[in-house]
């Protein structure tokens, strides 16, 4: 996943963009941006999809990719399954894992939590990361 932050003279605050790991917008955050409706309409109209910000730094905009390390612990309270799967076997696992299969991990839960049928139990924490769903 990348962030980026959009500074300007023009407004007060950031506007911070997330894309996942296919370069697809996934956030757009306008909630610290001290922005007037123009300004929020034209962000809006010109949001990039992809990492592409030519259409709307005009000649002040400042963008910033922001690096964003994952914790285990921001996996291990994202995901909420303490009482059935084992922290200890989860971080080793996790721990054996790259800098960026950990982020791609953090941030599927969501879209795997949304995606699962009615009815049918979540993986346990350990065998989520060893399933590697977020790569199907």
């Known amino acids: ?3 980026f932050k959009l500074t300007s003279p023009s407004f007060k605050g950031e506007v911070v963009f997330k894309y996942n790991s296919h370069n697809l917008l996934i956030l ?3 909630s610290d941006a001290e922005l007037i409706p123009a300004q929020l309409s034209f962000m809006l109209k010109n949001q990039p999809n992809q990492p592409d910000f030519n259409a709307i730094k005009g000649n002040t905009g400042i963008i910033e990719e922001v690096s964003e390390k994952v914790t285990f612990e921001m996996f291990w309270i994202r995901y909420d399954d303490r009482l059935n799967s084992s922290k200890k076997k989860t971080f080793q696992k996790w721990n ?3 800098g960026r ?4 991990a953090y941030n599927y839960i969501n879209t795997y939590f949304l995606n699962l049928p009615y009815g049918t139990r979540k993986k346990y924490a ?3 990361l060893n399933s590697e769903i977020w790569n199907n």
């Not at 299969?101 to 791609?104: F, G, L, R, T």
């Open 1 to 3: 996943m990348k962030t």
């Open 28 to 30: 757009a955050d306008y």
């Open 96 to 98: 054996k894992m790259s």
């Open 101 to 104: 299969d950990q982020s791609e």
């Open 126 to 128: 350990e065998t989520y």
